[in-house]
């Protein structure tokens, strides 16, 4: 166990890895632990949406991850054995118009290549103070200057810091397995709603495809519909739960700090929870980098939280109605409202997470400043120009060809550099760095 590191991070999961990954690109020196022996066999997590592509593009990870998982560009929707239409990922304002769709160990797996992770490693007792933190890992007692949980719902951080959580418990309940997929759909995903509840099923890399089906109760004798699912039983790698929603009153206490689930969670009914935990790794990322303090951390991704667990929540409470009375205004609602032209883009948008990318933008503007000469007000205009862009997304390039980069050519020998800008924020800098090169203009991201 090396003690000369200055982050200690609890949790091998995908949240914690990538955190590991960011501060290693950043120069800060980490180390990893997790307490169970081995990467759990089962999957659970597997939707990895088009911001955190981003975010792994950056690490230059997005090319392998993409290799190996399968590209969702579709979504259809059934209602009592009707097709009602699809939600289509082709045309939403991203550079990867898709959902990615990886087992969470082939996530964890690339994310853990060449990082120091100690496994079988249990943190049993922390004592912050001003100036970092003193843990007792196994037998040792060791110092850092930070100690970060990315340990999940149960999170032995939060319990050793004191930390009080909130927690909620959702009245449905699913079962969820992967099976061999013999259903012809190839990449489609596909909702199905009815009278007696809501099925959803996703291809997996390896001709399988996930099924998560509503249940009455923890452990159903299968007797349901779908082939996939009648008559299995209760197998290997097969779970039943039942959503939860937990908060933690705080995100750090000292120099202790919570991360991910630890933090937070949401249903995973629409595959939101490891995204948004990602989002929380690259901003603490950047914060830790800068020693800052983590108020604005805390600001920002409790209020992305709220939102996103919000709309999970919504998204459950409409699927999950049972009866005929429900179904109907169920499939009308769904036909007539969500799918018809204009909203069905918005739609995509938002299973595909970009406006909650908006959303951590606005909690983090860009600022472009002059590195050799700094104009203040210059830089306000500037500031007011990001901070439009920020709301208006889908139009950024417009905007900054319009208002940034012209404004940049008129002075082209002049450095300038793009701080801060935050997570889901790669692929605006992508963008303007090309750009900014195409017309020989100066311009660094830090």
Not at 245 to 253: K, P, T, Y
Not at 398 to 408: G, H, K
Request: proline share 6%.
């Amino acid at each position: 166990m090396r003690s000369d590191v200055e982050i200690l991070i609890v949790g091998a999961g995908p949240v914690g890895l990538l955190l590991a990954r960011l501060l290693r690109a950043r120069g800060r020196d980490c180390l990893v632990i997790e307490k169970r022996p081995a990467a759990p066999a089962y999957s659970m997590a597997i939707g990895i949406t088009p911001p955190s592509l981003e975010i792994l593009e950056g690490l230059g990870l997005a090319e392998e991850f993409v290799s190996r998982g399968v590209k969702i560009t579709d979504a259809h929707i059934h209602e009592n054995g009707r097709y009602l239409g699809r939600v289509s990922f082709e045309k939403i304002p991203a550079a990867h118009r898709f959902i990615l769709s990886l087992p969470q160990g082939e996530t964890v797996e690339i994310l853990a290549r060449g990082l120091p992770v100690w496994r079988g490693v249990e943190l049993t007792g922390l004592q912050p103070d001003a100036n970092g933190v003193t843990a007792q890992v196994g037998e040792r007692t060791i110092r850092y200057r930070y100690l970060i949980g990315c340990d999940g719902a149960r999170s032995t951080v939060r319990s050793l810091a004191g930390i009080p959580v909130r927690t909620k418990t959702y009245r449905p309940r699913f079962v969820m397995g992967d099976f061999p997929d013999d259903t012809g759909w190839g990449a489609e995903a596909h909702l199905f709603f009815s009278a007696r509840g809501a099925v959803e099923s996703f291809p997996l890399p390896g001709g399988k495809r996930r099924w998560i089906a509503q249940t009455a109760a923890p452990r159903p004798s299968f007797g349901h519909p779908l082939p996939a699912l009648r008559g299995e039983g209760w197998g290997e790698g097969m779970s039943d739960f039942q959503p939860e929603w937990q908060l933690a009153e705080r995100f750090h206490v000292g120099r202790v700090i919570l991360c991910g689930d630890a933090a937070h969670v949401m249903s995973p009914i629409g595959g939101q929870g490891m995204n948004v935990g990602f989002g929380d790794a690259v901003m603490l990322a950047n914060e830790l980098a800068g020693e800052k303090s983590f108020g604005r951390y805390e600001q920002a991704r409790r209020r992305v939280f709220r939102e996103a667990a919000a709309r999970a929540a919504r998204g459950m409470w409409l699927g999950t109605r049972r009866g005929p009375v429900w179904s109907a205004l169920r499939r009308v609602f769904i036909r007539d409202v969500l799918l018809r032209p204009g909203m069905s883009e918005r739609v995509a948008a938002r299973f595909a997470m970009l406006s909650l990318v908006d959303l951590s933008r606005r909690q983090m503007l860009p600022e472009l400043m002059d590195a050799a000469d700094a104009d203040p007000v210059k830089l306000s205009r500037t500031y007011r120009q990001f901070r439009l862009i920020n709301r208006v997304v889908s139009r950024y390039r417009t905007i900054l060809r319009r208002y940034v980069l012209d404004d940049m050519a008129r002075e082209p020998n002049r450095v300038y550099r793009l701080v801060d800008i935050g997570a889901g924020g790669c692929e605006i800098a992508v963008w303007l760095l090309r750009e900014a090169r195409r017309r020989g203009l100066r311009l660094t991201v830090t």
